[in-house]
């Protein structure tokens, strides 16, 4: 089994910063794509930010120039460094990881418990 546990989520004035981790464990040979994602009250869960397991980023334009995705490879983490953080940001933000942990078998999607991120208004 893998499993992805997420920290860092809090409170935080608009306009503050916060750094989220996320860190894989488990039967995991190789990971390919990591990524966060969100969800607010009432809405769907979007993609934030991705990073490919070459170091390739892509990011939701809601958060180009203030979110920062990174990976470590070796340690199997992923990080968003989040700054400018506005009230809607406001979300429980979710780790993702394609995860290779068997061989012959096909990647498949593992997802953390989420951290809750507050930016009151």
């Known amino acids: 089994q893998v499993q992805l546990v997420e920290s860092g989520g809090g409170s935080v004035q608009p306009g503050g910063s916060l750094r989220l981790s996320c860190a894989a464990s488990g039967s995991i040979i190789s990971i390919n794509a990591m990524g966060w994602y969100r969800q607010a009250p009432g809405k769907q869960r979007e993609l934030v930010a991705g990073i490919t397991s070459g170091g390739t980023t892509n990011y939701a334009d809601s958060v180009k120039g203030r979110f920062t995705i990174s990976r470590d490879n070796a340690k199997n983490t992923v990080d968003l460094q989040m700054a400018s953080l506005e009230p809607e940001d406001t979300a429980v933000y979710f780790c993702?990881?394609?995860?290779?942990?068997?061989?012959?078998?096909?990647?498949?999607?593992?997802w953390g418990k989420g951290t809750l991120v507050t930016v009151p208004s």
């Open positions: 993702n990881a394609l995860v290779v942990y068997g061989f012959g078998y096909d990647p498949m999607d593992f």
